[in-house]
């Protein structure tokens, strides 16, 4: 892997950046492991050789929360003399990650700069306004009443 052959102490400096350092972890095949430990595994297998740029592909899609958040803090200390590139769909992961964050539409670049210039470009969220048609309203209350007797 990327043309080195990583020591005992470079393997379990990994694994312990990750949160596979405990014995069992160490010596599970990966078909044997959850869904987020292969992920925790990937990025340990990207962590060797101490690279200063990492390239991650959605760190923690399909993910429980729990997990997903560990993996969050695992980035956040990697970031440290690192240039990080990462992919998600999860603006909120995004935001509490990236520096920089750059928005595709389509195959195409549609924003790109910080997370405070893209909210003032953009706007924060939806608005959704609602309004009432009252004959809708009284037909729906009328199927409703009419459901229930």
């Known amino acids: 892997m990327k043309g ?30 959850s869904g987020g430990m292969k992920r925790k595994l990937s990025l ?6 101490n690279p200063r740029i990492l390239f991650l ?9 729990e997990i997903r958040s560990q993996v ?3 980035i956040k200390q990697l970031k440290e003399g690192r240039t990080i590139i990462l992919t998600t769909q999860h603006m909120d992961e995004a935001e509490e990650l990236s520096d920089q964050i750059a928005l595709l539409s389509k195959g195409q670049l549609s924003a790109l700069g910080t997370v405070d210039s893209i909210k003032k470009q953009f706007g924060v969220g939806y608005n959704l306004k609602i309004t009432q048609n009252s004959d809708v309203s009284k037909k729906i209350a009328r199927e409703q009443v009419e459901g229930i007797i």
């Open 4 to 33: 080195l052959i990583p020591s005992e102490e470079d393997i379990d400096h990994c694994m312990r950046q990750v949160g596979l350092h405990l014995v069992n972890d160490k010596w599970k095949r990966p078909s044997e492991m």
């Open 44 to 49: 340990c297998m990207s962590l060797v050789g």
């Open 57 to 65: 592909d959605e760190p923690t899609s399909a993910m429980d929360t």
């Open 72 to 74: 969050r803090n695992i």
